[in-house]
């Protein structure tokens, strides 16, 4: 007989999507030297102290001066790949849809197609290797992109269409790009059958820079399927209900704020799923926020005192938030069903200690 499983093993394993995790935000520190040398390209700090900031607005430089690294094919798919792999190994997630910038990188030369196809090739090798499947999402950060940017993605996107890149987000600071900003662009990508998202209430913006009638724009408005935080948005109950009744999917991550804001954090998420939302945990920037999609699932199952029930239930919101086409989504929902069933027979019963450690390796289960 093999041993019961720990309820880490067991978290770690728990089949997971990734919906909310930016590449750039996702590579790892020592790859981005490696790259950053190889371009020429000068970072202000070495890897050990580069991804350290004071605030979001701090984060928000890194993350754009780390892109500019960036420049050929093959960097962006090592990146993807490295990524994938990191998802994998440390989480156990089945199915990834990935933002990326592409404003981000071509100013150093790069095109659209390039940074498109290299990210598609890393993240093939990590399906063929890893199983791991995935989608893109290409996404404007409104700090430093216009309205008529957005527009310009989308006739990239419509010059170069891929199978793979699936829809369109909306990142960066809310204060400085509220959503009906963005009206043409997320109507235009509508109409072009894309998927849509947007980064909304997000706790790093007061109340009046992200205020819960953001929310009701991006829904009502820009027509999105589904919505990045949210937090902002517990000041108006009656739109969480809203929302809830409705069943429109959150993405959200603990850990990617700054460390006194994440104990409020995980009590808004906690909030927000008693809500009856449908929530599904993300990374959002995990190499520069130190963590993995492991640790943040065990940091919120620890804070907030959850167990096995709410484990499936975010497990599977996973599924149905993604936006795989309804067969994919079926068999993913079987394949992750049969596994839950199989970690709750092998789980220690009395076991709820949670190991924070950021990596652990991936245990086995049998
Ligand atoms: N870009 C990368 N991570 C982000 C976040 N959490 N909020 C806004 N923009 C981002
Ligand atoms: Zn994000």
Redesign the pocket.
């Known amino acids: 007989m093999t041993a019961p499983l720990s309820f880490s093993d067991y978290l770690d394993l728990v089949p997971k999507v990734e919906l909310h995790l930016?590449i750039a935000?996702a590579i790892r520190a020592t790859t981005l030297v490696e790259l950053a040398a190889k371009n020429g390209v000068r970072l202000p700090r070495p890897a050990e102290t580069l991804y350290q900031w004071q605030d979001f607005y701090g984060f928000?430089e890194v993350?754009r001066l780390g892109a500019l690294s960036l420049r050929h094919p093959a960097d962006f798919a090592r990146a993807a790949y490295e990524c994938v792999e990191d998802l994998h190994r440390h989480g156990n997630v089945r199915h990834a849809e990935i933002f990326f910038n592409p404003h981000y990188f071509t100013p150093n030369g790069a095109t659209y197609p390039e940074i498109a196809d290299g990210l598609i090739e890393g993240l093939a090798r990590g399906e063929r290797e890893f199983g791991v499947s995935s989608r893109l999402i290409a996404c404007i950060d409104r700090s430093v992109c216009l309205p008529s940017e957005a527009l310009q993605m989308l006739e990239w996107m419509a010059a170069h269409p891929r199978e793979a890149v699936i829809g369109i987000g909306l990142?960066?600071a809310e204060r400085v790009g509220p959503p009906l900003a963005w009206l043409e662009a997320w109507r235009r990508a509508g109409r072009a059958g894309l998927f849509r998202t947007a980064?909304v209430c997000?706790d790093n913006q007061a109340l009046f820079e992200g205020p819960p009638e953001h929310v009701t724009h991006c829904r009502d408005a820009l027509g999105c399927d589904r919505l990045d935080h949210g937090y902002n948005m517990l000041a108006d109950p009656g739109l969480v209900a809203r929302m809830a009744r409705e069943q429109v999917p959150f993405t959200m991550a603990c850990w990617?704020s700054i460390p006194p804001n994440r104990a409020p954090r995980r009590e808004r998420i906690r909030r927000m799923h008693e809500a009856g939302l449908l929530l599904v945990l993300g990374t959002?920037?995990p190499t520069m926020f130190h963590t993995t999609m492991g640790h943040g699932w065990r940091s919120v199952f620890a804070g907030n005192g959850w167990g096995p029930a709410e484990a499936r239930r975010l497990s599977l919101a996973g599924v149905t938030a993604s936006w795989l086409p309804a067969d994919r989504k079926a068999a993913l929902a079987a394949e992750f069903t049969a596994r839950l069933d199989a970690l709750d027979a092998a789980l220690d019963p009395a076991d709820r200690a949670i190991d924070l450690a950021v990596e652990r390796p991936l245990p086995r289960l049998g």
């Open positions: 930016h935000g928000l993350l990142d960066g980064h997000e990617s959002d920037d």
